[in-house]
T-cell receptor, first 112, second 109 residues
Framework: KAGVTQTPRYLIKTRGQQVTLSCSPI?????VSWYQQTPGQGLQFLFE???????NKGNFPGRFSGRQFSNSRSEMNVSTLELGDSALYLC???????????FGSGTRLTVV | GQQLNQSPQSMFIQEGEDVSMNCTSS?????WLWYKQDPGEGPVLLIA?????ELTSNGRLTAQFGITRKDSFLNISASIPSDVGIYFC?????????FGTGTRLTIIP
């Protein structure tokens, strides 16, 4: 079966712009979570959605937001981009409560 | 957010050697997951542990959920070149999702 699909794979934006990243979970998976990965900070949890509701949120500013649709697909939005937002953004899906997350290949965002 | 103490940070070994890494925490967790990440890719689940004391194998990999529920280890036996990468532990308990800082495994020719 298809894995977790993230689009786009690569993105270059300028400071001040906003960006939307997309994640399509494995069919049947209702939990979707987002992570930021940088060389300096490692993997940092952004937020988690289950059945269209945000269930958990990490310590990121309000510029980072997300949502989940009725088909479990999720989007993440970052407004007013800063250079420090350059990172690999990973999405993961799970079939039910936090059982064996499957990660996508990520979106590499570069802010210039 | 909070991170788990994962050690060692990096390992340089020769092909065929065994590898051991662990994650520890001051908090109790209900689940421990071990992942491997190749450059430019997302982490891939290796082993999932759901019960204290559980010992699970996946080929040459073996992982254990500590009895105290505050730690876990991952062993790789007879390492091969494709084992190169970064290994992460991921855990949650009490609605808290926490990551290890990662162990970078390098195999010396």
């Amino acid at each position: 079966k298809a894995g977790v699909t993230q689009t786009p794979r690569y993105l270059i934006k300028t400071r001040g712009q906003q960006v939307t990243l997309s994640c399509s979970p494995i069919s049947g998976h209702r939990s979707v979570s987002w992570y930021q990965q940088t060389p300096g900070q490692g993997l940092q949890f952004l937020f988690e959605y289950f059945s269209e509701t945000q269930r958990n949120k990490g310590n990121f500013p309000g510029r980072f937001s997300g949502r989940q649709f009725s088909n479990s697909r999720s989007e993440m939005n970052v407004s007013t981009l800063e250079l420090g937002d350059s990172a690999l953004y990973l999405c993961a899906s799970s079939p039910r409560d936090r059982v064996g997350y499957t990660f996508g290949s990520g979106t590499r965002l570069t802010v210039v | 957010g909070q991170q788990l103490n994962q050690s060692p940070q990096s390992m340089f070994i020769q092909e065929g050697e065994d590898v051991s890494m662990n994650c520890t925490s001051s908090s109790i967790f209900n689940t421990w997951l071990w992942y491997k990440q190749d450059p430019g890719e997302g982490p891939v689940l290796l082993i999932a542990l759901y019960k204290a004391g559980e010992l699970t194998s996946n080929g040459r990999l073996t992982a254990q959920f500590g009895i105290t529920r505050k730690d876990s280890f991952l062993n790789i036996s007879a390492s091969i070149p494709s084992d190169v990468g970064i290994y992460f532990c991921l855990s949650f308990g009490n609605e808290k999702l926490t990551f290890g800082t990662g162990t970078r495994l390098t195999i010396i020719p």
